[in-house]
Nanobody, 123 residues
Framework: EVQLVESGGDLVQPGGSLRLSCAAS????????MYWVRQAPGKGLECVSN????????YYAEPVKGRFTCSRDNAKNTVYLQMNSLKPEDTAVYFC????????????????RGQGTQVTVSS
């Protein structure tokens, strides 16, 4: 069974940092591009970062460029999202999402995802 379990979300003040983790199981992580996707209150899903199978970053959303860093450790079956200089507009549920198919980028909209972790940025 494919499982993606996010953790690390919290309440943090503006300007603070958080590191999200995504523990993957039930599939070969190294075969898949991975995504971090967020959903702010009352809004749709937004892809904030994509990391390919080899650890190369292929995409950061404009609002998070220079502040967020995505990485992965295939040996530990874990994907990370380091978030610095957090802003109130970063408040959202953050999801770890697997690409729809192995060895092919894309298709995050139809990929398996975890239950999400809440990030709240507020003073």
């Amino acid at each position: 069974e494919v499982q993606l379990v996010e953790s690390g979300g919290d309440l943090v003040q503006p300007g603070g940092s958080l590191r999200l983790s995504c523990a993957a199981s039930g599939f070969t992580l190294s075969a898949y591009s991975m995504y971090w996707v967020r959903q702010a209150p009352g809004k749709g899903l937004e892809c904030v970062s994509n990391i390919n199978r080899f650890g190369g970053i292929t995409y950061y959303a404009e609002p998070v460029k220079g502040r967020f860093t995505c990485s992965r450790d295939n040996a530990k079956n874990t994907v990370y999202l380091q978030m610095n200089s957090l802003k109130p507009e970063d408040t959202a549920v953050y999801f770890c999402v697997r690409a729809e198919n192995p060895y092919i980028d894309g298709g995050w909209e139809r990929g398996a995802r975890g239950q999400g972790t809440q990030v709240t940025v507020s003073s």
